[in-house]
């Protein structure tokens, strides 16, 4: 069913938002102290182009920095890519097919907005409780 999700996503709307996080990407790394707001608009793009079987969970050890970082990002590009997820959300639940995909898109912009010290895993890992290094029996792993 993820992969089906995924197809459909694709086609309405990943592509596009791939595309606008691409962008916001490449501009942010032109200058060496936003590079590190680029690859963060990768990463979330690359979600953003692929977002059933995957999800968001904070960063463990992420700190004033991240807050700091989020600020900046909300003010570059954050809002403009949140407002492309109302946007693509808004037309996607026009239609009642559209509906699961006009969700998808509602729950990616606390990320879109704030990025950093967020990181993205298989659903399977985050909710498995394997997600940073933990082996299967509960002891972290090295």
Same mark, same amino acid.
């Given at each position: 069913?993820?992969?089906?999700?995924? +197809?459909?996503?694709? #086609?309405?709307?990943?592509?596009? =938002?791939?595309?606008?996080?691409?962008?916001?990407?490449?501009?942010?790394?032109?200058?060496?102290?936003?590079?590190?707001?680029?690859?963060?608009?990768? &990463?979330?793009? =690359?979600?953003? =182009?692929? !977002?059933?079987? &995957?999800?968001? #969970?904070?960063? !463990?050890?992420?700190?004033?920095?991240?807050?700091?970082?989020?600020?900046?990002?909300?003010?570059?590009?954050?809002?403009?890519?949140?407002?492309?997820?109302? #946007?693509?959300?808004?037309?996607?639940? +026009?239609?009642?097919?559209?509906?699961?995909? *006009?969700?998808?898109?509602?729950?990616?912009? !606390? +990320?879109?907005?704030? !990025? =950093?010290?967020?990181?993205?895993?298989?659903?399977?890992?985050?909710? *498995?409780?394997?997600?940073?290094?933990?082996?299967?029996?509960? &002891?972290?792993?090295?």
């Amino acid at each position: 069913m993820k992969t089906i999700l995924n +197809v459909i996503w694709l #086609v309405l709307s990943g592509f596009w =938002l791939f595309l606008g996080y691409l962008a916001a990407g490449l501009v942010l790394c032109i200058t060496i102290i936003g590079i590190p707001f680029g690859l963060a608009s990768f &990463r979330i793009g =690359l979600y953003a =182009l692929w !977002p059933f079987g &995957r999800t968001v #969970v904070d960063k !463990p050890g992420a700190g004033a920095a991240s807050c700091v970082g989020n600020v900046l990002w909300l003010v570059l590009a954050g809002w403009w890519l949140a407002l492309g997820h109302v #946007v693509t959300g808004v037309l996607l639940c +026009v239609t009642i097919i559209g509906i699961p995909l *006009g969700i998808a898109n509602f729950k990616l912009i !606390p +990320v879109s907005l704030l !990025p =950093l010290g967020k990181d993205i895993v298989p659903t399977d890992q985050a909710y *498995g409780g394997q997600a940073y290094g933990q082996q299967q029996h509960g &002891r972290p792993g090295f």
